[in-house]
């Protein structure tokens, strides 16, 4: 997953969680009461202030060392700071979708109502058109552009 954090200057700073070191998840996960680090994927795909705010703080220890979760804030953080997922997640979300939906047969209609989700959430919307053409499933991408049309 991708934070952006959007400085005081207009620039944006993007981390991303799959740089956080073992530890520094630990650290995230106690400064959030204990919450499994599954738990915290959801909230930030949420866009929760303190599960944000908790994996920028992360990345600001590595310069400040004594820098405490509950001294660290980030003012306009709705404007400010925005979570996104990577292609790898877009992808993975898709593959589950397809596993559970397969028995059903309704793999199309399922993908079709959680398509414009991924493409909220994609650090880059054009991940998951490429992610459904990597599936097999582009025929969605298409007919999705022919109705628009």
């Known amino acids: 997953m991708i934070i952006s954090y959007t400085q005081d200057d207009g620039t944006v700073e993007e981390l991303s969680t799959d740089d ?3 530890r520094e998840a630990a650290d995230i996960e106690a400064a959030m009461g204990g919450a499994q680090w599954q738990r915290i994927e959801a909230l930030l795909q949420l866009q929760d202030p303190t ?5 920028v703080w992360a ?3 590595r310069d400040q060392a004594d820098l405490k979760f509950d001294d660290f804030d980030v003012p306009g953080w709705r404007r400010r700071l925005k979570a996104r997922i990577t292609r790898l997640e877009i992808e993975d ?8 939906a397969i028995s059903s047969k309704s793999e199309d209609t399922q993908i079709d109502l959680v398509t414009p ?3 909220k959430l994609a650090a880059d919307p054009a991940d ?7 599936l097999g499933k582009g025929h969605l991408v298409r ?6 049309d």
């Open 93 to 100: 979300a898709l593959n589950n979708m397809m596993l559970q």
């Open 143 to 148: 007919r999705r552009q022919d109705s628009t």
């Open 20 to 22: 956080l070191t073992a």
């Open 51 to 55: 599960a944000l705010r908790a994996v």
């Open 117 to 119: 989700h991924l493409r």
């Open 59 to 61: 990345f600001r220890r």
């Open 128 to 134: 998951v058109d490429a992610a459904l053409d990597g």
